[in-house]
């Protein structure tokens, strides 16, 4: 699990994950964000919970090897389909018109093309607008991915 260092903002509102190598196989990871309450279960900011994005309270996910977005720990929605080596997948967190205004929905890419976008519901909303950080997860099998900030 790998969590960004500075919160999502208006500025900084874009990540993508670079699949490098997935053994053949559909990628293991995952990419989304998780409000700063559920990063630190304990107050230790370091103490990032060991699962995928999505699978818990307080984050959201889409997760490569299915092609789904996980939501705050209730049932998957089919956004895409799985991604493979080469696939770069991105992931912009959308704020309202206003000047700074919160945070209203996230959207996901793959190779450039929107693959969909998942509105914040009123808890996601309320938490969200605290801070929240991007999050890449991988899980069950060796694979390898980077990160990058740059814009699709």
């Not at 900084?12 to 699949?19: A, P």
């Not at 309450?37 to 984050?59: A, K």
């Not at 997760?63 to 389909?81: E, I, M, T, W, Y």
């Not at 309202?96 to 808890?123: H, M, Q, Y």
Request: aromatic fraction near 6%; proline fraction near 7%.
């Amino acid at each position: 699990v790998a969590v960004a260092v500075r919160p999502v903002t208006p500025d900084d509102n874009y990540l993508e994950v670079h699949v490098l190598d997935s053994k053949g196989l559909p990628s293991n990871a995952g990419i989304g964000v998780i409000d700063v309450q559920s990063l630190s279960r304990n107050g230790d900011p370091r103490d990032v919970p060991n699962e995928m994005p999505g699978w818990h309270q307080g984050s959201i996910g889409f997760h490569l090897d299915d092609g789904k977005c996980f939501n705050d720990g209730r049932p998957a929605v089919q956004l895409g389909s799985s991604c493979q080596e080469g696939d770069v997948v991105g992931c912009r967190i959308n704020f309202s018109g206003t000047e700074r205004g919160p945070p209203v929905s996230a959207t996901w890419s793959r190779n450039g093309l929107e693959i969909g976008t998942v509105k914040f519901d009123d808890n996601h909303a309320g938490r969200f607008s605290q801070e929240m950080f991007f999050l890449i997860a991988m899980c069950d099998r060796p694979g390898l991915v980077t990160a990058s900030t740059g814009e699709p």
